[in-house]
């Protein structure tokens, strides 16, 4: 079992930023593509995509990211993190990371950490 750790929400006004961040087991950093997502209060359905990077770090952003939204990998660390900026109460969500191999159906998922936005 892989487990990927989450860290970084909090509460934020309106306007700000954050940088939420994954944990990889090292053993696993060279063969996950990791992808952000978010799930928002009462929608217990779907998660949103937020933004995706793969182990060659190419890099893929979801609508609610583009122009806001900066992830990152940082090897040394077996860390991807998730840069936010100008932050929206509509950003408030779970923010989960997953990670997968490339080709392959099965995702790791992580506990997810709290982002709330206030106006």
């Known amino acids: 079992q892989v487990q990927l750790v989450e860290s970084g929400g909090d509460l934020v006004q309106a306007g700000g930023s954050l940088r939420l961040s994954c944990s990889v087991p090292e053993s696993w950093w060279s063969t996950l593509i990791i992808t952000w997502y978010r799930q928002v209060p009462g929608n217990q359905r779907d998660r949103e995509l937020v933004a995706r990077v793969s182990t060659f770090g190419n890099i893929n952003y979801g609508d609610p990211a583009k122009g806001r939204f900066t992830i990152s990998r940082d090897s040394a660390k077996s860390t991807v993190y998730l840069q936010m900026d100008d932050l929206r109460p509509e950003d408030t969500a779970v923010y989960y990371c997953?990670?997968?191999?490339?080709?392959?159906?099965?995702?790791?998922w992580g506990q997810g950490t709290q982002v709330v936005v206030s106006s």
């Open positions: 997953a990670g997968n191999r490339n080709g392959l159906p099965k995702v790791y």
